[in-house]
């Protein structure tokens, strides 16, 4: 059965970091584009960050640049995602995708934006004192 595994999450205080971690079953992670998403309560999910495992690319979204990390451990299939200086904005439901990119689409920013093959069953992240 082919499936994404997510752990981390939790509460943490403004300031603070987390790191969240996404691991493929039954496939591996090579020739994906693996992102991390969050939706925030009420909101629409937003894309975070996208990676493209074909030339090691990796998109941010403009409100987590310079805060929050993509990492990959290919021998183990796992990605993460290492979170600092989280906001109270930050909190909400964090989600790992991977998707096989169109042939037709070259940016990494793009790979991410439209259907996901797979998703993660998402997990709560919140930042509150």
């Known amino acids: 059965q082919l499936q994404l595994v997510q752990s981390g999450g939790g509460l943490v205080e403004p300031g603070g970091s987390l790191r969240l971690s996404c691991a493929a079953s039954?496939?591996?992670?090579?020739?994906?584009?693996i992102g991390w998403f969050r939706q925030a309560p009420g909101k629409e999910r937003k894309r975070l960050s996208c990676?493209?495992?074909?030339?090691?690319?990796?998109y941010y979204a403009d409100s987590v640049k310079g805060r929050f990390t993509f990492s990959r451990d290919s021998a183990n299939s796992t990605v993460y995602l290492e979170m600092n200086a989280l906001k109270p904005d930050d909190k909400g439901v964090y989600s790992c995708?991977?998707?096989?990119?169109?042939?037709?689409?070259?940016?990494?920013?793009?790979?991410?934006?439209?259907?996901?093959?797979?998703w993660g069953k998402g997990t709560l992240v919140t930042v509150s004192s």
């Open positions: 039954g496939f591996s992670l090579d020739h994906y584009a």
């Open positions: 995708g991977v998707v096989a990119p169109a042939p037709w689409i070259s940016t990494v920013q793009a790979m991410c934006a439209g259907g996901i093959d797979y």
């Open positions: 990676f493209n495992s074909n030339d090691g690319t990796i």
